[in-house]
């Protein structure tokens, strides 16, 4: 830090009023300094960056920062204002700001910057010297890093000082966290939230990074450099874990972030005291010789197994929504024989309809091509990295020339990680170091698939395919039922959790070569996904007294998420009473999935709950089947509930009962 500021890139007396107007007088000071060369082409970087995520750290305290190309050194200017500047801050405005720049492509330093100044400012002694310092030299010295002889105190002021120091504020506990699951939808900003609640509950300041569907905004380095400790709540693997090196981390599935967020944060506070520093590498870097690949770095066979899977469900699960919902859109369109439609690149015209309708259904078999191709690679991927896409997808493309099918790549992932695994454990020249990810490994990797896939297990894993897809083309009668039972449990059991996205992986691996018994597998699927939120909803509806106010709203949102095929949406609650909602839930979805089952409903859509009924084979019949699965339900944890007696004093039986009456 020791060339970074000086005495005339201080503010004791910073008069600005808003964050901009706060950036623009110290960025003034950095210009008269000779380290910026462009006040308004520095600024308009500044307003960017702060634009992405408020700099805003809580104790009072703002740090606006950015990487410029009008910055000619690394420099930091301070600030210290009466009034208080909103940078973003959960708990009030910031009365210290640090404006720091830093040359374009500098992350180094920028990134030192950054980390040295949030570490010294969890000190509550340097942050109040800052506060009662009267001279700019000493405060730029402060900051420095060097000592500054203490200032003699005011003997008024001494007379009314409070003898003991205990009262000073303690310093809390932070804690930044990341939540993803296979699907980055619900789970992830469930875990988030529940983090987040219990958190504040517990006093602790905590930041989280959702790895969600909708891409992820990386947390400021100034916050991860402050964090005392890290909680992943995760599914799949952490994105740029390296970010998060030289922290305790507690590594753990992202249904534990939803259900004991309280636990975690006491684990991350225990790791902390006991200076645990875990090593952490970034996914995007060559993997070292013997390492298992960020996703398996950690837990038993079984725990790993899951997360390798579920990375490949992930990255399927949207190359199914859209090419899926395009394929039943065409079918709504031109109906089912638009499949053998000739091709649109030859034969389009613009006014028909039909066009339209091969157009949709051979854009969505474009897409759903992908679909073992992606589950391999992705595997792979999580298993060991970027070295092993190549041979993932490789493995994925044989699957589907041999008609080994959905079990073919899962199979062919499995083994294109574990070849790259196993190349990586090899001992190699220093020099053929850097082509070995990008060159080495996936030649040989893919060479070890292919021939593996061809001419070994390839044959065998197509038969057990054919095999499978003969016995659900022949499932009747009581067979037919007991699968839509088991399907109906799977689906509600954990509610989008492992067993969820196997049923449904199931499901959707029959949809990339439809026949007749997949269609009503995927119809069973679906049917039972949808009842635990909408049976929450009906019973929060008609049973109120049962269930708190947060509850009853979320019954509101229950009937959306149910009839869109949001699973997810009863986790809530079966978060708060498991033992009562889970089995509830359950056997409704079991009732649905026979129902379904025996009616002989199909399905050629992956999702869209109530809104492609009109593509679903015998409808009434379908949503009979759901209808009568949600009765089920909701009858069952209605009894349950009601068999505690009093309901909780948090839930009281209606709205004007919570309203408090004046004495």
């Not at 534990?256 to 006991?274: D, F, T, V, Y």
């Amino acid at each position: 830090m020791s060339e970074l500021i000086t005495a005339e890139l201080v503010d004791l007396d910073l008069s600005a009023e808003t964050k901009s107007a706060a950036a623009r007088s110290l960025a003034g000071r950095m210009v008269a300094a000779g380290r910026v060369t462009d006040l308004d082409g520095f600024l308009a970087d500044v307003a960017a960056r702060e634009a992405q995520m408020p700099t805003g750290l809580d104790g009072g305290i703002g740090i606006p920062h950015c990487r410029s190309e009008h910055v000619a050194a690394p420099t930091l200017a301070f600030g210290r204002s009466a009034r208080g500047i909103d940078f973003g801050a959960a708990d009030g405005p910031a009365d210290l700001v640090f404006l720091i720049a830093a040359p374009a492509g500098a992350d180094d330093d920028h990134l030192t910057i950054l980390s040295s100044l949030a570490r010294r400012l969890m000190d509550p002694g340097f942050t109040g010297a800052l506060r009662a310092e009267g001279d700019p030299a000493a405060a730029a010295a402060r900051i420095r890093g060097e000592e500054v002889p203490a200032a003699a105190p005011d003997p008024e002021e001494a007379e009314v000082a409070p003898a003991d120091t205990e009262s000073e504020t303690v310093q809390p506990f932070r804690i930044v966290a990341v939540t993803s699951c296979p699907t980055g939808i619900a789970h992830t900003y469930m875990a988030a939230e529940s983090l987040e609640a219990a958190a504040r509950a517990e006093g602790v300041v905590l930041n989280v990074e959702t790895q969600g569907s909708a891409g992820f905004e990386r947390l400021d380095p100034a916050v991860i450099a402050a964090a005392d400790a890290v909680i992943w709540a995760h599914d799949v693997d952490v994105r740029e874990k390296a970010r998060f090196g030289g922290k305790p981390v507690v590594d753990t599935g992202v249904k534990a972030g939803i259900n004991r967020p309280a636990e975690l944060i006491a684990e991350a506070r225990r790791k902390a005291e006991r200076g645990e520093i875990s090593r952490v590498s970034d996914e995007h870097r060559e993997p070292d010789p013997g390492t298992r690949g960020s996703a398996g770095a950690s837990g038993h066979f079984g725990v790993r197994l899951r997360t390798y899977l579920m990375s490949g469900v992930s990255y399927m699960v949207p190359f199914v929504a859209a090419g899926g919902l395009l394929i039943a859109l065409s079918f709504a369109i031109g109906g089912y024989e638009i499949a053998s439609a000739k091709s649109v690149a030859d034969h389009f015209v613009w006014g028909e309809a039909a066009s339209w309708a091969a157009l949709l259904n051979q854009i969505g078999s474009a897409a759903f091509g992908f679909l073992v191709p992606v589950l391999a690679g992705y595997i792979a991927y999580g298993m060991a990295d970027r070295p092993a896409l190549v041979p993932g997808f490789v493995g994925g493309a044989i699957a589907l020339t041999i008609d080994a099918g959905f079990l073919g790549g899962l199979v062919a992932g499995l083994l294109a990680g574990a070849a790259v695994m196993a190349i990586q454990r090899l001992k190699v020249h220093p020099t053929l170091r850097g082509i070995m990810p990008v060159l080495v490994i996936p030649l040989l990797a893919s060479i070890a698939v292919g021939f593996l896939m061809f001419i070994v297990v390839g044959k065998p894993i197509a038969s057990l395919q054919n095999a499978l897809t003969d016995w659900l083309n022949g499932l009747s009668g009581s067979n037919a039922v007991i699968l839509g039972v088991v399907l109906g449990l799977m689906m509600c059991f954990d509610m989008g959790g492992p067993l969820n996205k196997v049923a449904y992986a199931f499901a959707v691996g029959g949809l990339a070569d439809p026949t007749p018994g997949s269609l009503k597998v995927m119809a069973a699927v679906m049917a039972a996904g949808m009842v635990p939120p909408l049976a929450m909803a009906l019973a929060t509806t008609v049973r109120r007294r049962l269930f708190t106010r947060t509850e009853r709203e979320n019954g509101r949102a229950a009937w959306v998420l149910g009839a869109s095929f949001i699973t997810e949406g009863a986790i809530p609650f079966a978060a708060a009473d498991p033992l009562r909602v889970i089995p509830s839930v359950m056997a409704g979805g079991a009732v649905t999935g026979a129902l379904s089952m025996a009616f002989g409903c199909t399905l050629r859509a992956p999702h869209g709950g109530v809104f492609v009924v009109p593509l679903i084979g015998e409808p009434f019949l379908y949503l009979l089947a759901i209808a009568t699965g949600t009765v089920v339900s909701t009858a069952l944890v209605v009894a349950l509930k009601g068999m505690r007696g009093k309901p909780d004093k948090a839930a009281p039986a209606d709205d004007e009962a919570e309203v408090p009456v004046a004495a």
